[in-house]
C-alpha cells in the first residue's frame, strides 16, 4: 500500500508484530438515529455496532484477561516483559480498560500515590463555590485544567491542553485524569505547554529534517509552496491528534504514544503527510499553500481507519536512535536568539519502561517528592463595631470648628482590609 502513495516510508527490518486486532477501537459502521450516542459517547456519532473484521467478543476477553493479569503484577511486567506491554499496546488496550492501564504507563498512579491531597488542595474544597457539584463533564475539564494552571503557575494554562485533558476524563476520574495531565506535560513533552514553547519549535526543526531525508519529494514540494512545519505540526503535536483523526484511531495512537513516548508521534505525523501528499498527481493537486494545508487537513477517513493507519505508523522507519540523533543536530543548529529558554530534551524521558525505572530509582533512593505549592485561604477579619455617632450635644459651633481646624490628631493608621480570598503560592 505504501508503494502506491508513492514515498516509502516503510521499515522491512522490524517484524510485524501488530496485526492483530483483539482489543482494537475499530470504528463502526452504520449511521445511528439523530442524538444517539455512539459508543464512546459522541452524540450522533456513527460508532454503533462492529464493522466487518472486528474481533469476537471471546477474543476480546481473552485479551482483557491478559491486561488484567499484567496490571496486577506490573512491577515484575515492567522489569522483566516490557516488550510484551509495547506489543499489546500496539495491538490497542481493551476499551473497557484504559482508565487501569494509562495511569500504569504514564506513571501517573505512583505520582498520585506519592502526593496524596494534591489535587483536592487545588479545588478550595472549603470554598462555597466549589461545595456542589454542576455536572461531571464541563465542571471536570475545568477542575483538572485549573487544578494544573495552580499546580505549575509558572507555565499557566495552554489551550491545546483542552483537548488532551478532555480525553482523559472520558476514562478516567478527575484526580487520576489531573496526574495523567501532570505526566503528559512534563515527562512525555516538557516544553511543550509552556509560555514559550520552545520545545514545539525543536521537534518542528526535527521534523522537517525527518521528511527531508525520508521523503524528500514531500519535502521539497512542501518547501516550494511554503508551507513549514508549524502551519500544521502544533496542532497535531500538542493536542495528541485529538482534533486532527477519528477518535478510534486518536485512542489508538494515545495507547503508543503512553508506551513508547513521543517517537509515535512523530511517525503519526510522517503517515499522515505521506498519505496526503505520496503520490505525483496529489502533489501536483496542491499548486499552492492553501491546497496544500487543505490536503493535510482532508486525508479520506478509509485510510485513517485505526487497523490500517496504525499498521502503517507502526512500519515507519523511524528508530528511537534516530530520533535522538536528529534532536542533537537540531538543536545545536537552533539561534540563540529564540526567545525564552532553550529546549531541554534530555528532560523528555522516552515511554513507560523509562519512566517506570525512573520512579523505581526515585523509590529506591528514599523517594524524595517535589515540593508541591500550597494554596493558603486566609480566614475573613472579625466583624468591627460599628461606629459610634459622635457627641455633639452641648458644644458649640465654634469649638467643633477649632477642633476642625486644629493639628490633626496623631494615632495608628487603620489598617487595609484586604480581600476575602487571599491566595498564595
Same mark, same amino acid.
Given at each position: 500500500?505504501?508503494?502506491?502513495?508513492?514515498?516509502?516510508?516503510?521499515?522491512?527490518?522490524? /517484524?510485524?508484530?501488530?496485526?492483530?486486532?483483539?482489543?482494537?477501537?475499530?470504528?463502526?459502521?452504520?449511521?445511528? /438515529?439523530?442524538?444517539?450516542?455512539?459508543?464512546?459517547?459522541?452524540?450522533?456519532? =456513527?460508532?454503533?455496532?462492529?464493522?466487518?473484521?472486528?474481533?469476537?467478543?471471546?477474543?476480546?476477553?481473552?485479551?482483557?484477561?491478559?491486561?488484567?493479569?499484567?496490571?496486577?503484577?506490573? &512491577?515484575?511486567?515492567?522489569?522483566? +516483559?516490557?516488550?510484551?506491554?509495547?506489543?499489546?499496546?500496539?495491538?490497542?488496550?481493551?476499551?473497557?480498560?484504559?482508565?487501569?492501564?494509562?495511569?500504569?504507563?504514564?506513571?501517573?498512579?505512583? #505520582?498520585?500515590?506519592?502526593?496524596?491531597?494534591?489535587?483536592?488542595? +487545588?479545588?478550595?474544597?472549603? $470554598?462555597?463555590?466549589?461545595? =456542589?457539584?454542576?455536572?461531571?463533564?464541563?465542571?471536570?475539564?475545568?477542575?483538572?485544567?485549573?487544578?494544573?494552571?495552580?499546580?505549575?503557575?509558572?507555565?499557566?494554562?495552554?489551550?491545546?491542553?483542552?483537548?488532551?485533558?478532555? !480525553?482523559?476524563?472520558?476514562?478516567?476520574?478527575?484526580?487520576?485524569?489531573?496526574? #495523567?495531565?501532570?505526566?503528559?506535560?512534563?515527562?512525555?513533552?516538557? @516544553?511543550?505547554?509552556?509560555?514559550?514553547?520552545?520545545?514545539?519549535? %525543536?521537534?518542528?526543526?526535527?521534523?522537517?529534517?525527518?521528511?527531508?531525508?525520508?521523503?524528500?519529494?514531500? $519535502?521539497? $514540494?512542501?518547501?516550494?509552496?511554503?508551507?513549514?512545519? %508549524?502551519?500544521?505540526?502544533?496542532?497535531?503535536?500538542?493536542?495528541? *491528534?485529538?482534533? =486532527?483523526?477519528?477518535?478510534?484511531?486518536?485512542?489508538?495512537?494515545?495507547?503508543?504514544?503512553?508506551?513508547?513516548?513521543?517517537?509515535?508521534?512523530?511517525?503519526?505525523?510522517?503517515?499522515? !503527510?505521506?498519505?496526503?501528499?505520496?503520490?505525483?498527481?496529489?502533489?501536483?493537486?496542491?499548486?499552492?499553500?492553501?491546497?496544500?494545508?487543505?490536503?493535510?487537513?482532508?486525508?479520506?477517513?478509509?485510510?485513517?481507519? &485505526?487497523?490500517?493507519?496504525?499498521?502503517?505508523?507502526?512500519? !515507519?522507519?523511524?528508530?528511537?536512535?534516530?530520533?535522538?540523533?536528529?534532536?542533537?543536530?537540531?538543536?545545536?543548529?537552533?539561534?540563540?536568539?529564540?526567545?525564552?529558554?532553550? /529546549?531541554?530534551?534530555?528532560?523528555?524521558?522516552?515511554?513507560?519502561?523509562?519512566?517506570?525505572?525512573?520512579?523505581?530509582?526515585?523509590?529506591?533512593?528514599?523517594?524524595?517528592?517535589?515540593?508541591?505549592?500550597?494554596?493558603?485561604?486566609?480566614?475573613?477579619?472579625?466583624?468591627? /463595631?460599628?461606629?459610634?455617632?459622635?457627641?455633639?450635644?452641648?458644644?458649640?459651633?465654634?469649638?467643633?470648628?477649632?477642633?476642625?481646624? @486644629?493639628?490633626?490628631?496623631?494615632?495608628?493608621?487603620?489598617?487595609? +482590609?484586604?480581600? *476575602?480570598?487571599?491566595?498564595?503560592?
Amino acid at each position: 500500500m505504501a508503494q502506491a502513495l508513492g514515498e516509502d516510508l516503510v521499515q522491512t527490518s522490524e /517484524p510485524q508484530d501488530d496485526s492483530s486486532s483483539l482489543g482494537s477501537d475499530s470504528e463502526l459502521s452504520g449511521p445511528g /438515529p439523530y442524538r444517539q450516542a455512539d459508543r464512546y459517547g459522541f452524540i450522533g456519532g =456513527s460508532s454503533v455496532e462492529p464493522g466487518p473484521g472486528h474481533p469476537p467478543a471471546d477474543l476480546i476477553r481473552q485479551r482483557e484477561m491478559k491486561w488484567v493479569e499484567m496490571t496486577l503484577h506490573w &512491577e515484575k511486567t515492567m522489569s522483566r +516483559r516490557y516488550k510484551k506491554v509495547k506489543i499489546q499496546c500496539r495491538k490497542g488496550i481493551p476499551s473497557a480498560l484504559r482508565a487501569r492501564c494509562w495511569p500504569l504507563l504514564c506513571g501517573a498512579q505512583v #505520582c498520585q500515590k506519592n502526593s496524596p491531597g494534591t489535587y483536592q488542595d +487545588r479545588q478550595f474544597p472549603l $470554598h462555597e463555590m466549589f461545595v =456542589s457539584p454542576q455536572g461531571h463533564g464541563q465542571q471536570g475539564l475545568l477542575q483538572v485544567l485549573k487544578a494544573y494552571t495552580l499546580y505549575r503557575p509558572e507555565q499557566g494554562y495552554c489551550q491545546a491542553q483542552g483537548p488532551v485533558a478532555a !480525553v482523559l476524563l472520558m476514562h478516567l476520574p478527575p484526580e487520576e485524569a489531573f496526574w #495523567c495531565l501532570v505526566q503528559i506535560c512534563e515527562v512525555y513533552l516538557p @516544553g511543550y505547554y509552556g509560555p514559550h514553547m520552545e520545545a514545539v519549535q %525543536l521537534d518542528a526543526e526535527v521534523f522537517m529534517a525527518l521528511l527531508r531525508r525520508l521523503l524528500p519529494r514531500i $519535502h521539497k $514540494h512542501l518547501q516550494q509552496v511554503g508551507v513549514g512545519p %508549524l502551519l500544521y505540526l502544533p496542532e497535531w503535536f500538542l493536542c495528541l *491528534f485529538a482534533r =486532527s483523526l477519528p477518535f478510534p484511531t486518536v485512542l489508538r495512537i494515545w495507547d503508543a504514544f503512553l508506551s513508547e513516548g513521543a517517537k509515535v508521534l512523530f511517525r503519526v505525523g510522517l503517515t499522515l !503527510v505521506r498519505l496526503a501528499l505520496g503520490t505525483a498527481e496529489q502533489r501536483m493537486a496542491c499548486p499552492g499553500l492553501l491546497e496544500t494545508l487543505g490536503a493535510l487537513r482532508a486525508i479520506p477517513p478509509a485510510q485513517l481507519q &485505526e487497523e490500517v493507519f496504525m499498521s502503517q505508523v507502526h512500519s !515507519v522507519a523511524l528508530s528511537e536512535q534516530d530520533l535522538q540523533r536528529e534532536i542533537r543536530v537540531q538543536l545545536a543548529q537552533l539561534p540563540k536568539s529564540l526567545p525564552g529558554p532553550p /529546549p531541554q530534551p534530555q528532560a523528555r524521558l522516552l515511554g513507560a519502561q523509562a519512566i517506570f525505572e525512573a520512579q523505581q530509582l526515585a523509590g529506591a533512593q528514599g523517594g524524595a517528592k517535589l515540593e508541591v505549592p500550597r494554596i493558603v485561604v486566609q480566614p475573613p477579619e472579625e466583624p468591627r /463595631p460599628p461606629r459610634r455617632k459622635p457627641q455633639t450635644r452641648g458644644k458649640t459651633f465654634h469649638g467643633l470648628l477649632t477642633r476642625a481646624r @486644629g493639628p490633626p490628631i496623631e494615632g495608628t493608621p487603620r489598617p487595609h +482590609r484586604g480581600s *476575602f480570598l487571599d491566595t498564595r503560592f
